[in-house]
């Protein structure tokens, strides 16, 4: 069975920066592109970052030169460093492959406030 577990998330003032984890289980993980998602409040989830196999990776505009996804194939975990952190991103993250699996992990909480 699948299995994400993110981690990372917390309260952080604009500007801040975070780094969310997600561990996976249950899938030959190397094998698959990976991503991160997010939902905010009354909006539907959305593509924020991905990474191929190997290393190359993609990211929205709203995030771009700010985020960084990044993957330890020997941990099965793949990573989003936040930098410059708006408001705006405020949101539950998700990680999950690429285009993504029925099954989604809990998630994570990120919230940018002062």
């Known amino acids: 069975q699948v299995q994400f577990v993110e981690s990372g998330g917390g309260l952080v003032q604009p500007g801040g920066s975070l780094r969310l984890s997600c561990a996976t289980s249950?899938?030959?993980?190397?094998?698959?592109?990976m991503a991160w998602y997010r939902q905010a409040p009354g909006k539907q989830r959305e593509l924020v970052a991905g990474?191929?196999?190997?290393?190359?990776?993609s990211y929205a505009d709203s995030v771009k030169g700010r985020f960084t996804i990044s993957r330890d194939n020997a941990k099965n975990t793949v990573y989003l460093q936040m930098n410059s952190l708006k408001p705006e991103d405020t949101a539950v993250y998700y990680c999950n492959t690429l285009p993504h699996k029925k099954y989604w992990g809990q998630g994570t909480q990120v919230t940018v406030s002062s």
């Open positions: 249950g899938l030959i993980f190397s094998f698959y592109s």
């Open positions: 990474i191929i196999s190997g290393a190359s990776t």
